[in-house]
């Protein structure tokens, strides 16, 4: 099969709380770009299905040259090729994203499998995918947590409520990758990352659009409590902890 | 304005329709109210002009069936704004029809407003540390978030019924397994969740103990699931299960916002972490620096004494 894997580096989402801050626009200070974890999940099960396939999967990130990393680590894991989209990074309206990435995939040929993550951990908008499959009509898997390869067809589990749902599915397809037992992202080799750093990336200029969504305000959100600890050595916490859950148990949490 | 909600009756339970609603009928502009069901009812809680789509597919729909079903009950204009609760329908079928229909789609939608010629929407961003705002200027789908709109107490009306016709489904060899694990967290009172500083399967299966003593629902973090030792549907956060217990309780857990973004309604949270400086501190009203290993059976003896 032939695969279009779609990355998006962002923001180390596990930068402590404070280092990314939001005073009316994102202060990132020196946090680092990684390939954010969902991203990681639609790698690994493009990399599973162009092995098992006997195919191949071309990697695509739209943003400047921060997402590199990104295609880099396509590349290390056996990416045939990387395109990058080059456009500023910031908010995007994910539906001028699609149209964007739509191009790219006709520039590359089209595929049989369209991979996504579920979700990028800047904005936070969880759509690509689908509007992605409005765009180009094509059927939609959201949040896929395996994939076993039959003939042109994909054996796929999805996430539902409360457990999952299996089928075979026909391509061409889109689907959405989510964390699961069958999309663990694997390490790349040392040798294959140095390999991957010499390889070219092909820099495409993006088709214009008409952005729908725009960025009118972002500011810092506030989760923080007003906590106290319990301190002592392990057995005076144990002994305060207890008495604390007793009293959870006894008023039923009412209080 | 033309402003629709669609829902599944059965897919985001009755309370969250009626959110939905509540919300439509505050904005005024010319309200519908979209229904999707496996079966004709006599009436429904609605607003403005009411129609229900019947297809028996849509007793438990697979994406390919419940989207073409979306697309016959909407027809080829689609309102200025979609309202959808968000939720398992939504999430098969809400940012395909925005792609269909050339609008924008938002999810996890807290509040609404129409500006002049805008619809300005709020939402979460980078895992729940910030807020933003975005401003539409055609046509959006919004997915409302579950609790943040009053909701409305329509009178019952007589919807219209539209007989979907024939409607393909997508995959074949389906086959549906209802993971029981996390069945219960949406409605535990109390939640033990552990993490990746439970450092094994074995670690991790060792709450059992401690979560049965107090009647307690196992949760666990995005890094436990990864790990292996929680099922997909026991993930507590911004990509799992939203939950509002009367006490939740994170072991091993560092704390990462979109984390938090899943328990921050939770009444009580104690926190056990051996790191001081773990941000799962600042979100919790109690917190115990301690390794858990040697928290436990101290723990445990303390609770049975
Ligand atoms: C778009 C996006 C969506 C996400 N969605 C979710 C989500 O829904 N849910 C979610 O949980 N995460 C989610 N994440 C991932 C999140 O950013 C974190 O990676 C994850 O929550 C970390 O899990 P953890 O706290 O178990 O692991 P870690 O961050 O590794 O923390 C382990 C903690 O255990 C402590 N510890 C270690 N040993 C012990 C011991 N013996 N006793 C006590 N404490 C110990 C350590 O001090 C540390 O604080 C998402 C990320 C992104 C980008
Ligand atoms: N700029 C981008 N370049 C490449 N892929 C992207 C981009 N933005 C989003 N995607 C893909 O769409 C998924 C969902 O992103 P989002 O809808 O922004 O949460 C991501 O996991 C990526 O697979």
Redesign the pocket.
Known sequence: MRILCFLKA?LD??APPGAIRFPGKVESGDVSTVL???EGNALELSVQVAEASSGAFVAVAMGDAAQDVTLRKALALGAERAVRVDAPLGFQDPLAVARRLRAAAEAAGGADLYVF?????DW?M?VTAGLFAGLLDLPFVPLVQHAEVSGQSLRLRREIAGGYEESLRQTPLVVSVT?GPGTLMRLPKVKDVMLANRKPIDVLQPVATEPTLELQEIAQAQVTRQGRMITGDTAQQAAGLAAELRRFLVTGGGN | MRIAVLARLLDAGEAQVLEALGLMASLGGEAQSLFLGAAAQSSLSAVGEARLGVHPGLDDPEPELAYAAALRLLGDEAPRLLLMPEGPLFEMIGARLGGHYGMGVVRDVDEVQVEGDGIVLRKGAY?GKANVRLRARGGVVAALRAGAFAAADPPAQTPSVVELGNLAEGGQERRTVRDTSGDDLGRAKVIV???????SRE?YEGLRPFAAMLGASLG??????DEGWASPSQ???????KVAPELYL??????????L??MSGSRLVIA????EH???FEAADIGVV??????WPQLQKALEG
Not at chain 2, 235 to 241: A, M
Not at chain 2, 272 to 275: G, K, L, Q, S
């Open positions: 962002i989402p596990e954010g974890p969902f993550g579920r979700q990028a951990g936070d969880g964390n | 895992g969740s552990g993490g990746r500083g439970l450092g670690g666990a973090s995005r890094a436990a699931v993930q507590v956060g911004i990509t799992g299960r994170a072991i091993g857990i560092s704390g990462a916002s979109q984390h973004s899943g056990v972490n051996r790191d773990a941000p799962i301690a390794d858990w290993y040697q928290l």
